[in-house]
C-alpha cells in the first residue's frame, strides 16, 4: 500500500482536495488528511473510512494570523509557506521509501488574477515557481514535484464568484468547454502525477482549466 498526504483547504478548496483524498485511497493508498480546521478533517475521515476507504487525518496549523495586515500576510503564509513546508517533512519519509511524488496544488488565479483578489493570485503564481525549484532540488533523492492548477471548478469559492445564473454563463464564456469543472476532475490528474505512469514528468504544471487561457 502506497502512502499519501494531503493538506486540505479550509474553506474554497475543499471540495477538490476531498476528491483527491478521495481518488487516492480508492487507487490504494493511505490517505492522511490535513487541515488547520477540526471540522474538515473529522468530516472527510468519517466520510472516507464509511466508504471502506484507508484513511487518517490530522490538524496543523501551519500559519497563524497575527499581523494586522492579515489579508496579505496570511494569505501568503498558508498559500506559499504550507506546501513548502509540508514537502519539507515528507521528504525524509519518501527518500526512505527510494522516492515519491509530490503534486502542489495552485490556482487558475496564478495566471489570470481577478480583480480584488491579488494577494491570492501573488501566492498561487509563486507556487509556480515553487515546483519548478523543488523539482531541481529533489530530483537526485527520486522524488518528482508537479503542480495541478485548477480553472473554475464547482466549489464554494466558484459559487462566490458566480452568485447568478447570469454571471455563471458570462464566466463559461471565457472557456473552451462551456462547463464549470467538477473536482473529480482535479482528482484524477493528481492520480496519474503521483503513479509510476508519470514517473518521468517532474517540474510541470497540469491546467484543468476547461481551456481557460493559461499562460503568464
Known sequence: MSFSCLSLPSSWDYRIGFAIARRLAQDGAHVVVNSWKQQNVDQAVATLQGEGLSVTGTVCHVGKIEDPEWLVATTLDINVKA?????????????????GSVVIVASIAAFSPSPGLSPYSVSKTALLGLTKTLAIELAPRNIRVNCLVPGLIKTSFSRMLCKDKEKEERMKEILQIRRLGEPEDCAGIVSFLRSEDASYITGETVVVGGGTPSRL
Not at 509540508?86 to 522516492?99: D, N, W
Open 83 to 99: 506546501p513548502a513546508l509540508v514537502t519539507k517533512a515528507v521528504v525524509p519519509e519518501m527518500e526512505k521509501r527510494g522516492g
